[in-house]
């Protein structure tokens, strides 16, 4: 099952994926920050694959919170820029409740003016969930002296045989980065717009659907 999420469409909400089928969530919004709740229960064998652009304006919380059951998967991905003085806090947790079960959770973002941004959340493996796998990434870029970011991921590991790991960052762009564009002529700004244009676009990869992708892409270029 394939399903988008625009605007409007964001609120409190949950899913479960059946045995063995797969669900594709695509999350868009280019308008108010809508504060949710989106729980998905993936079952046996299934998969669950998600990705979020959120370059709206505003402050609240999201939260997404994953159940894998026996053998299932999650890929999750998203992309979040906080600008002016908006508030932004993404909660994202994968619970790894039965064995063999794997999950990547990617959180990139970007702030600067007097934006605020915070990623968080768990990534569980319970006890008897053994061969599962989980990773969780959390990056922020800060642009200016007056905007925060704050990277928080945390690993809870009740068993042996697993595969577990998180990174978090957050910190202004590689200046080694920002160098080598100046040395082939670049502008400042336009060596840090291109880079996070690379830091921020993987996320449209992630979109099934072309008319949306086109759109996060269009976003994206317009918000850095």
Same mark, same amino acid.
């Given at each position: 099952?394939?399903?988008?999420?625009?605007?409007?469409?964001?609120?409190?909400?949950?899913?479960?994926?059946?045995?063995?089928?797969?669900?594709?969530?695509?999350?868009?919004?280019?308008?108010?920050?809508?504060?949710?709740?989106?729980?998905?229960?993936? !079952?046996?064998?299934?998969?669950?694959?998600?990705?979020?652009?959120?370059?709206?304006?505003?402050?609240?919380?999201?939260?997404?919170?994953?159940?894998?059951?026996?053998?299932?998967?999650?890929?999750?991905?998203?992309?979040?820029?906080?600008?002016?003085?908006? !508030?932004?806090?993404?909660?994202?947790?994968?619970?790894?409740?039965?064995?063999?079960?794997?999950?990547?959770?990617?959180?990139?973002?970007?702030?600067?003016?007097?934006?605020?941004?915070?990623?968080?959340?768990?990534?569980?493996?319970?006890?008897?969930?053994?061969?599962?796998?989980? !990773?969780?990434?959390?990056?922020?870029?800060?642009?200016?002296?007056?905007?925060?970011?704050?990277?928080?991921?945390?690993?809870?590991?009740?068993?042996?045989?697993?595969?577990?790991?998180?990174?978090?960052?957050?910190?202004?762009?590689?200046?080694?980065?920002?160098?080598?564009?100046?040395?082939?002529?670049?502008?400042?700004?336009?060596?840090?717009?291109?880079?996070?244009?690379?830091?921020?676009?993987?996320?449209?990869?992630?979109?099934?659907?072309?008319?949306? !992708?086109?759109?996060?892409?269009?976003?994206?270029?317009?918000?850095?």
């Amino acid at each position: 099952m394939d399903l988008v999420l625009l605007h409007d469409d964001i609120k409190d909400l949950q899913f479960e994926v059946k045995e063995g089928e797969t669900f594709r969530l695509n999350i868009a919004n280019f308008k108010e920050f809508k504060p949710c709740k989106i729980e998905i229960n993936v !079952r046996k064998n299934a998969i669950f694959e998600g990705a979020f652009a959120d370059l709206s304006h505003g402050s609240g919380k999201a939260t997404i919170i994953v159940h894998l059951d026996e053998g299932a998967s999650c890929d999750w991905h998203l992309a979040s820029i906080g600008a002016s003085d908006d !508030r932004k806090i993404f909660d994202t947790s994968v619970f790894h409740d039965e064995p063999k079960s794997k999950a990547l959770m990617s959180n990139y973002g970007i702030t600067r003016d007097h934006g605020r941004l915070s990623f968080s959340g768990v990534s569980e493996i319970k006890k008897y969930a053994r061969g599962s796998a989980t !990773r969780q990434e959390a990056k922020i870029i800060i642009f200016d002296p007056t905007s925060v970011g704050k990277a928080a991921p945390i690993l809870n590991i009740d068993e042996n045989d697993v595969t577990a790991s998180h990174s978090a960052s957050c910190g202004k762009l590689n200046e080694d980065h920002i160098f080598y564009l100046l040395s082939r002529g670049l502008s400042l700004a336009e060596a840090r717009r291109l880079l996070t244009l690379g830091y921020l676009k993987p996320v449209v990869n992630y979109f099934f659907d072309e008319s949306l !992708r086109e759109q996060v892409d269009k976003a994206i270029e317009e918000g850095v």
